[in-house]
């Protein structure tokens, strides 16, 4: 496994992959890698001759300062983490390099940058079209890979890829989860073994909604739902849209893919996940 810093020199890398006519598969994180990462890697594995993982906590992305000083920092397991499971490749760049002499575009991300992650975390999205907008011109992939908890920023990856005509196969792959239905989560290291059990009630008030649905309307199981989070997390944002345009679900018959998403906070941490309510 090489482990490569300096961006110039990871493009050289990956290009002289690409011109032997290998195909490469690229997973982004920001380190603190857990079994979600891992599957990641391991679908790039399947699909792809050559796989990059890059750890980089993308300044750009964070609207509080102090989520950013909190992120967890694991890297020397995380590097352990990725040579067992065989990745060819870790970049590790440094943000100040990483950004030298790059002109961050501005974009209009229409309905997708005004609600949800959007509304609530001003400039999250921008900083993250930013760094993928870097990562593809640098890396190069054939195909990148991506986890559905966060589904949002997966639509905002996509649309990117559309606007930039990348050429590269975006993959979204499912959530992973622990035993009791939380998704795995950088940000869960930062909660209580208590409140990782709490915060199995979110996947479980998701749950619930797909269960109900032919019984509520999406604004009832909206209302239900807050109430029954609200009584353990503060909750930032529960609501039911469609899963392909983000327009609010009011009526069933409004959306072939309605999904749930929720934002809420336990103990100080910030959680999210999303569900389809179809069967």
Same mark, same amino acid.
């Given at each position: 496994?090489? %482990?490569?810093?300096?961006?110039?020199?990871?493009?050289?890398?990956?290009?002289?992959? *690409?011109?032997?006519?290998?195909?490469?598969?690229?997973?982004?994180?920001?380190?603190?890698? +857990?079994?979600? +990462?891992?599957?990641?890697?391991?679908?790039?594995?399947?699909?792809?001759?050559? &796989?990059?993982?890059? %750890?980089? =906590?993308?300044?750009?992305?964070?609207?509080? *300062?102090? @989520?950013?000083?909190?992120?967890?920092? &694991?890297?020397?397991?995380?590097?352990?983490?990725?040579?067992?499971?065989?990745?060819?490749? =870790?970049? $590790?760049?440094?943000?100040?390099?990483?950004?030298?002499?790059? =002109?961050? #575009?501005?974009?209009?991300?229409?309905?997708?940058?005004?609600?949800?992650?959007?509304?609530?975390?001003?400039?999250?999205?921008?900083? $993250?079209?930013?760094?993928?907008?870097?990562?593809?011109?640098?890396?190069?992939?054939? /195909?990148?890979?991506?986890?559905?908890? @966060?589904?949002?920023?997966?639509?905002?990856?996509?649309?990117? $890829?559309?606007?930039?005509?990348?050429?590269?196969?975006? $993959?979204?792959?499912?959530? =992973?989860? !622990?035993?009791?239905?939380?998704?795995?989560?950088? /940000?869960?290291?930062?909660?209580?073994?208590?409140? /990782?059990?709490?915060?199995?009630? %979110?996947?479980?008030?998701? +749950?619930?909604?797909?269960?109900?649905?032919?019984?509520?309307? #999406?604004?009832?199981?909206? &209302?239900?739902?807050? @109430?029954?989070?609200?009584? &353990?997390?503060?909750?930032?944002?529960?609501?039911?849209?469609?899963?392909?345009?983000?327009?609010?679900?009011?009526?069933?018959?409004?959306?072939?893919?309605?999904? !749930?998403?929720? !934002?809420?906070?336990?103990?100080?941490?910030?959680?999210?996940?999303?569900?389809?309510?179809?069967?």
């Amino acid at each position: 496994m090489e %482990i490569e810093k300096n961006k110039a020199e990871a493009k050289a890398i990956v290009t002289s992959w *690409k011109e032997n006519g290998l195909s490469v598969g690229f997973v982004p994180t920001m380190g603190a890698l +857990h079994e979600g +990462h891992l599957m990641l890697i391991r679908a790039s594995q399947k699909e792809n001759d050559k &796989t990059v993982c890059s %750890i980089f =906590v993308n300044p750009l992305q964070f609207n509080r *300062k102090e @989520d950013l000083e909190n992120y967890p920092n &694991t890297m020397e397991q995380d590097l352990e983490m990725l040579e067992n499971e065989g990745c060819d490749l =870790v970049f $590790v760049p440094n943000a100040v390099a990483f950004y030298d002499g790059v =002109v961050i #575009p501005t974009y209009d991300f229409g309905l997708l940058g005004k609600t949800m992650e959007a509304l609530h975390r001003p400039g999250h999205f921008e900083g $993250v079209a930013a760094v993928i907008n870097e990562f593809f011109k640098t890396l190069l992939p054939t /195909r990148a890979y991506f986890g559905e908890k @966060d589904f949002q920023q997966l639509a905002i990856i996509k649309w990117l $890829v559309a606007k930039e005509n990348f050429p590269v196969r975006i $993959v979204a792959c499912k959530t =992973v989860r !622990a035993e009791s239905g939380l998704a795995l989560s950088s /940000r869960n290291l930062r909660l209580s073994a208590d409140g /990782r059990q709490l915060a199995a009630s %979110i996947y479980e008030t998701l +749950h619930y909604c797909k269960n109900s649905k032919s019984n509520y309307s #999406p604004t009832t199981l909206v &209302t239900s739902a807050i @109430d029954k989070l609200k009584k &353990t997390f503060d909750v930032e944002y529960f609501e039911i849209v469609d899963g392909e345009n983000f327009q609010q679900v009011e009526k069933w018959e409004e959306s072939a893919n309605p999904r !749930a998403f929720v !934002a809420a906070h336990l103990e100080g941490v910030r959680l999210i996940d999303n569900l389809s309510l179809n069967p």
